[in-house]
């Protein structure tokens, strides 16, 4: 028999269709499917991936898996990392090193770890799966009606529901739809290189061994440069990203392509040897362009009935680990207020709190994630001779050039509670004192 305990609510049910089955669209998936309304996933690609290799997932994330019990299936296919180093190009100096495992589970009463993405999405769709959400694959999504919510796909189906949620990423056409114009991603001006290693060929290294035992994130930073490499549970691996400047009128590389080890090598030539040695060990590298996408003005059509989530609402520069976490963020607030709503002329005010209560976080997410670049790429010479005695001669204050480090930003990102957050906003709503929305003093009135 199934297992519907997950289904607390009393209040009505209603059908949501998300468009996007990455990690974006399956967190909103179970975000309110747990709390009983009706779920589909509408996911373009013929079968169910997650591209690439490591992902951190920081408290703000783990604490909203903990409170949907899954936390413990994560975990079993993740490291905790122990602490994160930040190093320089020249000669893997350790600038700062940032305590991680026990004091973020200490200080934020949840985990900060490193997971192969393909594990934390496999883990997605198996409680997807034992929630009886509908994942229907090859399911290419052409067109949205938003006043009468419905989808059509590219091979002639519709789907209709009472609420559309667009989460299909950063080249998002769910955005482009809901704007009415096509927002261009752009080349931001660097590129990735993704390099597989083997945690055990690492650890035969003497002088590479403190790389991956115990296991702990390291970041090095260089003219126009960065790398990070974190050993993940999955196939004994060490995930190494390295990110370099170059010349922005080349042409956009969407999505990894495999490329020789060579051009990673040219890249990062002028880094000290300890660097060489890890490069020499790859087993294969891929690249591609990172894009820079300029913010949505707005998440939400002004019918109510659809809103955007994730990457497509508000993809950011990677180097704060943020742009996953923040979109299980969405996923918690969404399915926090799905779980207050008695009627269905308040599905247009919940979408209305989910887009006032999350723009303005990410927007600042964005931009701290885009200066943090800035910080890590200085050329040799007085700004970065200064960066570099902050971090070795300073205690962490507001603004310091470690962003894990930093105590204001930190307790930011990490202490922030999604589903408290979407509580309160809910308080308020209930008040009457929610900006833009109808309140609840005429629900019955306004429709039969
Ligand atoms: C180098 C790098 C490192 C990062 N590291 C971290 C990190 O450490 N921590 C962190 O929190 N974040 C990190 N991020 C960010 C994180 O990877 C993204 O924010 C997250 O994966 C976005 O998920 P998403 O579901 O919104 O988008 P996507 O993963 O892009 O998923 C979109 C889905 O929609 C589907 N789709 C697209 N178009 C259609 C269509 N027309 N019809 C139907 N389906 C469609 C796609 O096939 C895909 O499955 C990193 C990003 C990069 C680039």
Redesign the pocket.
Known sequence: MADHSWSTSANPTYRVLI???????LAAAIGIRRVGHEVTI????AELQELGAG????PN?TLIFREWGILDAIKDKANIPYAASMRSYKDSFQLFSQPLGRQMEELYSAPYLVIHRADLHSVLVQEADRLEIAIHLD???TRINFSDPSVELSNGKTYDADIILG????RS?CRDALLGYNIPSQDSGDH?FRITVKASDVAQHKDLMELVQPPCVNLWVGPGANAITYALKRDGLLNV?LTCAHDISKTIQHGPRRVEIHEAREAFGKWDDKFQTLLSLAQGCTKWT?LQTPEALYWTHPDGKFALL???AH?ML?YL?????V?FEDAAVLGTLFSKVQHKSQLPDILSIYERLRKPRTTALRSRSQAMRDVYAFDDGPLQQERDRQLQHHAPFDGFPNFLADPVLQKSMFSYNAIDEAEKAWDTYLRGEWPSTRGMWNVVSREA
């Open positions: 468009i996007g089955c990455g990690l974006a669209g509408l996911e373009k690609a992902i951190n997932v920081s994330g399911s290419h999504f989460a299909d990423g950063e056409a990735v990203v990172l994730g990457d497509s993809a990677p680990g943020q742009g996953a976490a979109a």
